[in-house]
């Protein structure tokens, strides 16, 4: 019971409007505070652009907010997720990382629009990103105008049509090789996790090449518990972060109160004493 309060206070994986949220970082403290949270990183896809004004309302509300970002790479031409935490405000090796993933998201977004006229639908470029508005554009913002547009009827179905890595072609493999984005970062002395390693399409075999890759270069930790993930999955990834003495990391993967599925703060309880929670370096 007490383990299950105590990381049920913990969101070290969310998203506001900077990337693909439906909240503004203002609202997302005021969710948590409302769900008596009490530490949490803003872990926006390839920007930093929410973490100054989550800063501000965590401070007000007596939350303790980690500096967060989840990053796009690749590993052999497969798109992975890497999150760092606890980096510095003006850690310029991550302002170039981030820099250089928006670039990359800006000319992907044109390439995106011109693969789906090739799929017989209109241009929706421009109706993207007035959609994105100022947000780091993503294939949600796609998925959103597809589901406006009438042309599917609901995001996953954009996805699972139009959207999702198997669609993509060679723009699956856009992204920085990890090998290019996780030694420049170690040598900051951030903490490198990666994100949801159940969730890439992969036997355990092949994520276990991952794990070894990824902490050969300077890797030091991995979720173990993300957003509606299965026990059984949990455990697995408990299991390998003991294997490969990676600190356990935990979040919602939260997007916005639209998820049924989905609620800030929460996600499968994790074995505490079994793993290294990474935030107990926080608390
Ligand atoms: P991108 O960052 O442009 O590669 O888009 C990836 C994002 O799309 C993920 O972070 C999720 O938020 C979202 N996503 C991926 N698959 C799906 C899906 N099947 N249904 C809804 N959203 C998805
Ligand atoms: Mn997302
Ligand atoms: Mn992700
Ligand atoms: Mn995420």
């Known amino acids: 019971?007490?383990?299950?309060?105590?990381?049920?206070?913990?969101?070290?994986?969310?998203?506001?409007?900077?990337?693909?949220?439906?909240?503004?970082?203002?609202?997302?403290?005021?969710?948590?505070?409302?769900?008596?949270?009490?530490?949490?990183?803003?872990?926006?896809?390839?920007?930093?652009?929410?973490?100054?004004?989550?800063?501000?309302?965590?401070?007000?509300?007596?939350?303790?907010?980690?500096?967060?970002?989840?990053?796009?790479?690749?590993?052999?031409?497969?798109?992975?997720?890497?999150?760092?935490?606890?980096?510095?405000?003006?850690?310029?090796?991550?302002?170039?990382?981030?820099?250089?993933?928006?670039?990359?998201?800006?000319?992907?977004?044109?390439?995106?629009?011109?693969?789906?006229?090739?799929?017989?639908?209109?241009?929706?470029?421009?109706?993207?990103?007035?959609?994105?508005?100022?947000?780091?554009?993503?294939r949600p913002h796609f998925a959103k105008v597809l589901v406006n547009e009438g042309i599917v009827k609901n995001m996953n179905k954009a996805f699972d049509q139009y959207l999702s890595n198997k669609h993509m072609g060679k723009l699956k493999s856009i992204w920085p090789d990890m090998d290019q984005v996780i030694p420049a970062l170690a040598e900051t002395n951030c903490e490198i996790i990666l994100a949801h390693p159940r969730r890439y399409p992969m036997t355990l075999t092949k994520l276990k090449r991952v794990i070894e890759a990824f902490v050969e270069m300077g890797g030091n930790g991995m979720e173990v518990a993300s957003g509606n993930e299965k026990p059984q999955d949990v455990r697995l990834l408990e299991n390998l972060a003991v294997e490969f003495d990676l600190n356990a990391s935990v979040g919602s993967d939260f997007h916005g109160p639209t998820s049924s599925w989905s609620q800030l703060g929460k996600y499968t309880s994790i074995d505490e004493l079994k793993v290294k929670p990474i935030w107990h370096k926080w608390l």
């Open 1 to 138: 019971m007490q383990e299950s309060l105590l990381h049920r206070r913990i969101d070290l994986h969310f998203h506001s409007v900077h990337s693909d949220g439906v909240l503004t970082p203002v609202e997302l403290i005021a969710l948590a505070k409302e769900n008596n949270l009490e530490m949490l990183a803003l872990t926006d896809h390839d920007t930093l652009n929410g973490l100054e004004e989550a800063r501000k309302v965590a401070l007000e509300n007596n939350i303790k907010l980690i500096n967060g970002v989840e990053i796009s790479v690749q590993w052999e031409g497969i798109p992975l997720h890497v999150v760092a935490l606890n980096f510095a405000q003006g850690n310029s090796v991550l302002h170039d990382i981030v820099t250089g993933n928006q670039q990359i998201r800006q000319e992907r977004g044109k390439q995106i629009a011109l693969l789906l006229q090739k799929r017989n639908l209109p241009d929706l470029y421009d109706k993207v990103l007035e959609e994105a508005g100022p947000s780091q554009i993503g």
